[in-house]
Nanobody, 123 residues
Framework: QVQLVESGGGLVQAGDSLRHSCAAS????????MGWFRQAPGKEREFVTA????????YYRDSVKGRSTISRDNAKNTVYLQMNSLKPEDTAVYSC????????????????WGQGTQVTVSS
């Protein structure tokens, strides 16, 4: 079955950087778009970024644009999220997901999810 396992979260100070990894297995990784979502305490899950199956198209929510980079290595079945200049409002559980169909910024478009990794950014 589909497995998505995130790593790379942690406790950091504002202005620091983190690199998240999502290791995929159980499906043909190179034929699916992938996305990252996050959920802060007491808030709904929100879209962070997504990448097409080939890696040629990427999408970001406005609040992370310019300081974040999504990438993928299809040979390693892994998708990455590099986040720089972290802010306290980035504090959340970050999850990767497999895009099935529909709009890339909507959770309902994704059919498989990882367990999530905690990011805490102090001021």
């Amino acid at each position: 079955q589909v497995q998505l396992v995130e790593s790379g979260g942690g406790l950091v100070q504002a202005g620091d950087s983190l690199r998240h990894s999502c290791a995929a297995s159980g499906f043909t990784f190179s034929t699916y778009g992938m996305g990252w979502f996050r959920q802060a305490p007491g808030k709904e899950r929100e879209f962070v970024t997504a990448i097409s199956w080939s890696g040629k198209s990427t999408y970001y929510r406005d609040s992370v644009k310019g300081r974040s980079t999504i990438s993928r290595d299809n040979a390693k079945n892994t998708v990455y999220l590099q986040m720089n200049s972290l802010k306290p409002e980035d504090t959340a559980v970050y999850s990767c997901a497999r895009l099935l169909s529909g709009s890339y910024d909507q959770p309902a478009s994704y059919d498989s999810w990882g367990q999530g990794t905690q990011v805490t950014v102090s001021s």
